[in-house]
């Protein structure tokens, strides 16, 4: 395939940092440029799909840091395949990403997929470690049962609007500075259905759809991250007189836990130990997901350094492995001693010496200090 090797944001001629609304403007502005009314060029379709292609990477929160991590092969690992447009009328695709006409006005009712549903589930961060199955229910547009989507009362006739003649949109002539430029827009008629019905539905008024409840089990993976999607194709809202449904969002929201934090597939804590501990060494436990982790700590570990578990952090969705726990160390020192205490920190300190100071390379604190702030 082209686009195998080239880079979606030059297809669409943005920066890897570009904003969901500017990706939508390049995309909206190359398929203009694209649409076979204006562009006769011989490769014009093969671009549009390349486009459409970039477009429908880019604009997918989950396949687009998919992308950014791991290119086309990160794409093809989790099973992506672009989706294959019938070019023969590119104002039908570009209606698929945007809802509307390509240059402007409404897109046809009947050529109209129906509209995409979302709703918002939030889990633990235990929950993300594990994965979890949750179950939501969402209020979407459905075929209307009395009708059965007809949008005609029973026993009424459904015909082919003579407005339109059935195509569901009118073209006008209308002038401007430029002169006469011809206009497509949704019949009046028939709202774009390309049908005239001559007795409504009571039930759905002659929409054809009505708003029920439907509840989803929704399977979340393990390693989930905080503000990804996970899309259920064709339960969305239901297109308009038996059109292609639209799909449904779940959006996650992973809920803090208070002293870990999470940065990618490895979870960062705090270990706050006493000054003898971090002198003698000590076993402690730290907060995790899953609950409190125990940890040896070595002798003579040092205020900023940090403890990495390998594989206590959270599974990764695209690797199959767990990150690490990175413990951060802290050390208190006493705020206040007796004059008994102090004596004896005074003689342990006069006892001790340079020596167990110094660090493997020699070095004590305060000359790597000055080394770094020469």
């Known amino acids: 395939m082209a686009t195998a090797e080239r880079d979606y944001y030059e297809l669409l001629g943005v920066e890897r940092g570009a904003g969901d609304d500017a990706i939508k403007r390049a995309f909206r502005q190359l ?5 076979p009314d204006v562009n006769d060029a011989p490769d014009a379709q093969e671009r549009f799909r390349q486009v459409a292609e970039a477009y429908e990477v880019l ?4 396949r687009r840091a998919t ?21 023969g009328n590119l104002s039908d695709v570009f209606a698929a990403f945007f809802g509307e006409g390509l240059f402007g006005g409404q897109t046809s009712r009947r050529e109209t997929r129906g509209s ?17 199955t949750r179950e939501v229910s969402i209020n979407v547009a459905r075929a209307c049962e009395t009708c059965d989507g007809s949008g005609a009362a029973e026993g009424s006739a459904v015909g082919v609007c003579e407005q339109c003649g059935g195509a569901g949109r009118v073209r006008h002539v209308a002038q401007s500075v430029f002169g006469q430029v011809l206009r497509t827009g949704a019949c009046p008629r028939c709202g774009g259905t390309g049908q005239y019905i001559e007795t409504p539905c009571e039930t759905c008024d002659g929409d054809g759809l009505v708003v029920a409840a439907k509840t989803h089990e929704v399977e979340i993976p393990a390693g989930i991250h905080d503000g990804q999607r996970i899309r259920i194709r064709g339960e969305g809202h239901a297109g308009p007189r038996g059109a292609e ?22 979870l960062h804590t705090l270990a706050d130990l006493t000054m003898t501990q971090a002198a003698a060494g000590a076993t402690i436990e730290v907060a995790t997901p899953e609950g409190p982790y ?3 700590i070595d002798p003579g570990v040092q205020p900023g ?15 199959g492995r767990r990150g690490d726990l990175n413990v951060h160390i802290g050390v208190r020192v006493p705020r206040k001693l007796t004059p008994e205490q102090r004596l004896k920190v005074i003689a342990l300190e006069e006892e001790l010496g340079a020596e167990p100071y110094a660090t493997e390379d020699g ?3 305060f000359t790597r200090l000055r080394n770094v702030f020469r």
């Open 31 to 35: 398929a203009r440029e694209l649409h």
């Open 59 to 62: 604009s997918d929160p989950e």
């Open 67 to 87: 992308y950014d991590r791991y290119g086309h092969a990160g794409l093809r690992g989790g099973g992506f395949q672009p989706t294959e447009f019938d070019l």
């Open 116 to 132: 995409d549903a979302g709703i918002a589930v939030e889990i633990t961060l235990a929950d993300a470690v594990t994965g979890v």
């Open 245 to 266: 449904p639209g799909d449904l969002y779940v959006e996650i929201a992973v809920a803090p836990l208070e002293g870990v934090h999470r940065e990618g597939d490895d």
């Open 294 to 296: 125990e940890i040896e």
């Open 305 to 319: 350094d940090v403890v990495r578990i390998r594989g206590r952090g959270m599974p990764s969705l695209e690797r």
């Open 363 to 365: 070095e004590g604190l």
